[in-house]
């Protein structure tokens, strides 16, 4: 029994191992070329460098502007997301409250258009707020938060729904009796409650929009506005196979992400987790 | 708490409701709605104006052979990730949880491609197929590595498939941990006792109960392979010559590119429709499945 069990967690560890090599080699394999020119990337990619010149890593910071590329995206990101925690709770928490033939319509038309594709939605976009409104050339940075808002809501609402649901009546209706008005009930008493359900939908969204390129690149159409997926797209068109200044930019894009990981990869993993079981 | 003022009730439900309706409607609603009118409209630039087609636009769409190619490659793309994605993803999370002492090192190592953008994956794996894998194969004699996979019409779509499982199945991993915590120990050890081996304590107990678990994970990765953008636009591009052009972006070429809303904006109509039905189909035929432990 016990010798079969040592086998079968060899063979675990084994394959798990495998995974491993498989999953972290691309991040290994950029790494190491980070700190090399055209001819050692071509000739022996695998190799070690000889060398730890961050020339090439100054050279790409420089040509992709990378703070200003940086700040642009973490502005967009966290005014998207403090708005998306703010107004879903907000929302969330009256509907449940209020279960109103209104409010209960609009929470079912939201939890739907969660199928909707984005591709059937981007056109109609761009064709309103682009050629009829001008909302893109005049408003582009708060035009895209908005929209990141709006789409946005509907998956935080549903996950917020369910935990505002598991509050207990009692503590709302005490805090009505010691005289609190309903915008200072869902203040101070809900929404502190709400915080490791807020973790989660912060998390989940801040995946989500930090990457975003599609809509972004449809929106933002000036160069100083640009974001980090778009810039390296914009990167790459220019300096095409040019890999001793494409991997230094590659990683400085991947950087951010992984640093936040490194910190915060409980709560990234638990957010996940939580916002699939609903 | 009820209001006992109507007024006062109205100015509580738009300021609860009011800011996620008004951002849902810019985003979601307008644009659903208005785009449903474009199909039936005229559009040769994007500033001329509108006028009735009927249903020109999607007279057009359907005979858009490209189109149809589109969708056919997209839909082979989705049951290739939905069964690679999950299978790696549900062998991933039981190996991960089967006894192991450092899984959550595993498991954080084996999401990390999941922090990152389709966009940026699709250039990190160019590095891969265009230089990495030839210079492999040119040192060890293999010749399927060598020759460039994204060059080639049919390996350009496997490289697609391959990054995309490579990024998800790692995210697919986690929501199959949460379920398999879940799975109650007292059933597993009844049966054990009973004499199951591991296989069938897996076939006949552990799979069933896991799937409210894959409705999700099924769900999700059926979405998500319909839409596929990113990859496919940094990875091959849709090329070579076409060749892995996925709906997505036959929708972006037309409507941007070509500058034709109409037939665009329909075909994503088209898109959705089908996407709604998989989805409904999906989600209503799996519930059936579930199982009380």
């Known amino acids: 029994m016990s010798a079969s069990r040592a086998t079968?967690?060899?063979?675990?560890?084994?394959?798990?191992?495998?995974?491993?090599?498989?999953?972290?080699?691309?991040?290994?394999?950029?790494?190491?070329?980070?700190?090399?020119?055209?001819?050692?990337?071509?000739?022996?990619?695998?190799?070690?460098?000889?060398?730890?010149?961050?020339g090439h890593f100054a050279d790409a910071i420089d040509k992709m502007n990378f703070f200003v590329t940086f700040r642009n995206t973490f502005v967009?990101?966290?005014?998207s997301v403090i708005f998306i925690v703010v107004f879903s709770a907000m929302s969330a928490h009256y509907m449940v409250r209020n279960g109103s033939g209104f409010n209960n319509s609009l929470f079912a038309v939201m939890v739907a258009s969660m199928i909707i594709p984005f591709q059937s939605l981007m056109i109609p976009l761009i064709y309103i707020y682009?050629?009829?409104?001008?909302?893109?050339?005049?408003?582009?940075?708060?035009?895209?938060?908005?929209?990141?808002?709006?789409?946005?809501?509907?998956?935080?609402?549903?996950?917020?729904?369910?935990?505002?649901?598991?509050?207990?009546?009692?503590?709302?209706?005490?805090?009505?009796?010691d005289g609190a008005t309903r915008k200072q009930t869902f203040f101070r008493v809900v929404l502190p409650m709400l915080a490791p359900t807020s973790a989660t939908i912060a998390i989940?969204?801040?995946?989500?929009?930090?990457?975003?390129?599609?809509?972004?690149?449809?929106?933002?159409?000036?160069?100083?506005?640009?974001?980090?997926p778009i810039k390296m797209k914009v990167f790459n068109?220019?300096?095409m196979n040019n890999w001793e200044l494409l991997i230094p930019a590659i990683l400085l894009t991947v950087l951010p992400i992984l640093i936040g990981y490194l910190f915060g990869q409980k709560f990234i993993i638990r957010g996940v987790m939580q916002g699939a079981i609903k | 708490m009820r209001e006992k003022n109507s007024l006062k009730r109205l100015g509580n439900q738009l300021f609860f409701t009011g800011p996620t309706l008004l951002t849902f409607a810019i985003a979601v609603l307008i644009p659903f709605v208005y785009g449903l009118y474009l199909t039936f409209m005229n559009m040769d630039t994007p500033t001329s104006p509108l006028s009735f087609a009927g249903l020109d636009n999607y007279s057009r769409a359907i005979h858009d052979a490209k189109f149809w190619d589109a969708m056919l490659l997209t839909i082979k793309f989705v049951v290739a990730t939905i069964v690679l994605v999950n299978a790696i993803g549900f062998l991933l999370a039981y190996l991960v949880t089967s006894g192991v002492k450092q899984q959550n090192f595993f498991r954080v190592v084996l999401f990390t491609p999941n922090l990152i953008g389709g966009l940026v994956l699709g250039y990190i794996w160019q590095f891969i197929f265009v230089q990495t894998l030839p210079s492999i194969?040119?040192?060890?004699?293999?010749?399927?590595?060598?020759?460039?996979?994204?060059?080639?019409?049919?390996?350009?779509?496997?490289?697609?498939?391959?990054?995309?499982?490579?990024?998800?199945?790692?995210?697919?991993?986690?929501?199959?941990?949460?379920?398999?915590?879940?799975?109650?120990?007292?059933?597993?050890?009844?049966?054990?006792?009973?004499?199951?081996?591991?296989?069938?304590r897996l076939t006949r107990m552990t799979l069933p109960l896991m799937v409210p678990s894959f409705v999700v994970t099924v769900f999700l990765t059926l979405k998500t392979a319909f839409m596929v953008y990113d990859i496919n636009f940094s990875l091959t591009g849709g090329g070579p010559y076409n060749s892995t052009e996925m709906v997505s972006m036959h929708v972006v070429q037309k409507a941007f590119t070509e500058t034709n809303y109409g037939v665009g904006q329909a075909e994503a109509i088209v898109l959705f429709v089908i996407v709604a039905v998989v989805t409904g189909i999906q989600v209503y035929s799996s519930k059936k499945m579930e199982v009380e432990a």
């Open chain 1, 8 to 54: 079968g967690l060899t063979v675990v560890y084994i394959l798990l191992l495998a995974a491993l090599v498989i999953f972290a080699f691309p991040f290994v394999l950029l790494f190491l070329n980070s700190f090399k020119d055209n001819g050692q990337i071509l000739s022996s990619p695998f190799a070690l460098p000889t060398s730890l010149d961050f």
């Open chain 1, 76 to 79: 967009i990101t966290l005014f």
């Open chain 1, 130 to 177: 682009g050629a009829k409104l001008q909302w893109i050339a005049h408003a582009p940075m708060l035009l895209l938060i908005v929209l990141y808002i709006g789409f946005g809501s509907a998956l935080s609402i549903f996950i917020y729904h369910g935990f505002v649901k598991s509050i207990p009546l009692e503590l709302e209706e005490a805090a009505y009796i």
């Open chain 1, 204 to 228: 989940l969204n801040v995946l989500w929009i930090w990457n975003d390129y599609l809509l972004p690149s449809l929106v933002l159409n000036e160069e100083r506005l640009f974001t980090m």
């Open chain 1, 237 to 239: 068109g220019t300096y």
């Open chain 2, 137 to 200: 194969g040119e040192k060890l004699n293999i010749e399927s590595l060598r020759l460039g996979w994204l060059g080639d019409e049919h390996l350009a779509f496997w490289a697609i498939v391959i990054v995309t499982v490579w990024q998800s199945a790692g995210y697919m991993m986690i929501i199959f941990i949460a379920g398999l915590i879940s799975v109650p120990k007292d059933v597993l050890e009844a049966s054990t006792i009973d004499g199951a081996n591991a296989w069938q």
